[in-house]
């Protein structure tokens, strides 16, 4: 229950919480099981969270002349070689040839993709714990076309997994589950794969592009001093929620200039919910108060008072200057990055090597691997080792939402940090994890909303006759980036 005191709502109010070198050759497929595959992968790897997916990156490639494709997203490449595609008849293609091609390295990229990272093996069923996957197609005039099972095409996939403990898989669609094609093979960065030094330019022009991606300003919001004739409400927001409000403390509701038919007489009355979200204007936000079947919408801004603003609007400066800063250095790395890329198409030169190398020092970047392995088919690849749920507790889950509300979700999906794997539990399985470890568990409601179990939630589970309560909290403002995915899980 909330009480407002004078001009102020004094108690804090939680708000938003209720709301993937031998060669496998596999031949090519006849066109109608083509389209019945396309068809079955939509199915069996939908993404669960309606509007967000991993982008693919579009290639056109003269298909008689193949070419090399480099992923800067990673810094993986495809070597393509002539003549390696066939039509639904086994013959030759000629002419312009499209390429999807996308990567999928962390438990954000699993579980927005919807791919299944779930393997059945002898009866066992088990999770994947992923050095990387990735999922390439090929079409002309929009119609599927084949790999020449004469030729073969090269993939070497950025990693950043260095064991070797990983086999190759690739995806039935009709099916649903994972084909074993071989063991990996990994190649440390630098090493000439295909017997040319065109790796080492690979490698630094990876290293530049993952720093320009890296370097992303965080959003600023501007404090605004707030007007002390108006009327002010405290509100205790939530940071999943709205990261935004959270940037600075002491913030509270100011009541626009535009509601009139606010009255002062809401100010001394007990309402028993508050509740906030994102207004039509840009910085605004929309405060409704409720008791029983009374409730009363009106259009705040957030603002800060005395000290609090002076701090805030100090911090605020500092903030812009670093982003200003970093704008800067972003746009000297791109030049350098473009520069770079050019120079590389004529060939490799000592211009280019430290054109790149200057660029990519700029930043401390992890070592990487390749893992290197041939295709024989396009679709879903993976480099993965199974693994089985964490051991050391296990409950049978129940859910609700923060107010009590029971929940029902088909799936739910457990992140141990420090494993780059992401655990797929269905309706009806028990939670299993290792309480020693940092875990996260979230799923998404029927209505397409992220509902999350964080690390600190999992501290205070109490497990009664192998049951556990799992108390959720809803997102609901909008999420269809993989970045705000990645905000909200913290992963």
């Known amino acids: 229950m909330k009480k407002l005191f004078g001009n102020q709502l004094s108690s804090k109010i939680a708000i938003g ?7 496998a050759s596999i031949g090519f497929i006849k066109q109608p099981v083509a389209d019945i595959a396309t068809t079955a992968i939509k199915k069996k790897a939908a993404p669960p969270l309606k509007g967000a997916d991993i982008e693919y990156k579009n290639y056109s490639i003269n298909a008689t002349r193949g070419l090399q494709i480099k992923y800067f997203e990673t810094g993986s490449v495809i070597t393509i070689p002539d003549s390696a595609f ?36 002898a009866g066992e069923k088990y999770h994947f714990e992923s050095a990387g996957m990735l999922e390439m197609l090929a079409f002309q005039n929009g119609k599927p076309v084949f790999v020449n099972p004469e030729k073969r095409i090269v993939v070497e996939m950025a990693s950043k997994q260095p064991e070797d403990k990983y086999n190759i898989y690739k995806f039935n669609p009709l099916q649903g589950n994972w084909n074993y094609i071989h063991k990996d093979k990994a190649i440390p960065v630098g090493n000439n794969v295909n017997g040319t030094d065109k790796k080492e330019l690979s490698v630094l022009l990876e290293k530049a592009s993952k720093l320009v991606k890296a370097i992303v300003p965080e959003e600023l919001v501007m404090p605004v001093k707030s007007d002390e004739k108006k009327f002010h409400f405290d509100i205790a927001v939530d940071s999943l929620e709205y990261p935004e409000l959270t940037s600075y403390k002491g913030v509270l509701f100011e009541i626009d200039n535009s509601e009139k038919d606010f009255d002062p007489l809401y100010a001394s009355t007990i309402w028993t919910d508050v509740t906030l979200e994102k207004g039509k204007r840009n910085g605004s936000y929309l405060m409704t108060l409720s008791k029983g079947t009374e409730a009363h919408t009106f259009e705040t801004r957030p603002v800060l008072s005395g000290v609090d603003y002076t701090e805030a609007f100090a911090i605020y400066k500092n903030k812009l200057k670093i982003r200003k800063n970093k704008e800067a250095q972003q746009q000297r790395i791109q030049d350098s990055l473009f520069r770079v890329m050019n120079i590389e198409r004529v060939g490799m030169n000592s211009f280019a090597k430290n054109a790149s190398i200057n660029a990519s020092a700029m930043v401390q970047t992890q070592d990487m691997i390749v893992r290197v392995f041939s295709i024989s088919g396009f679709g879903i690849w993976n480099s993965d080792c199974p693994a089985s749920m964490p051991k050391g507790e296990q409950f049978s889950a129940k859910f609700t939402d923060s107010l009590g509300k029971a929940l029902t979700f088909h799936t739910v999906y457990l992140v141990e940090k420090g494993r780059n794997a992401m655990f797929t539990i269905y309706e009806g399985s028990n939670i299993s994890y290792n309480p020693k470890k ?11 909303k992220l509902a999350v179990f964080e690390e600190e939630d999992f501290k ?5 006759n192998d049951s556990c309560a799992i108390k959720m909290k809803i997102i609901n403002r909008p999420v269809q980036t993989k970045q705000q995915v990645k905000s909200i899980l913290k992963i």
Not at 438 to 448: F, G, I, P, Q
Not at 460 to 464: A, F
């Open 17 to 23: 919480l209720t709301g993937l070198s031998v060669i």
């Open 86 to 121: 066939v039509d639904s008849e086994g013959k030759i293609v000629k002419g312009k040839v499209d390429i999807k091609y996308r990567e999928f390295h962390d438990a954000v990229d699993f579980f927005i993709s919807g791919i299944p990272m779930t393997y059945d093996s």
């Open 438 to 448: 940092e875990n996260y568990l979230w799923a998404v409601t029927a209505d397409n």
């Open 460 to 464: 205070e589970i109490k497990i009664k």
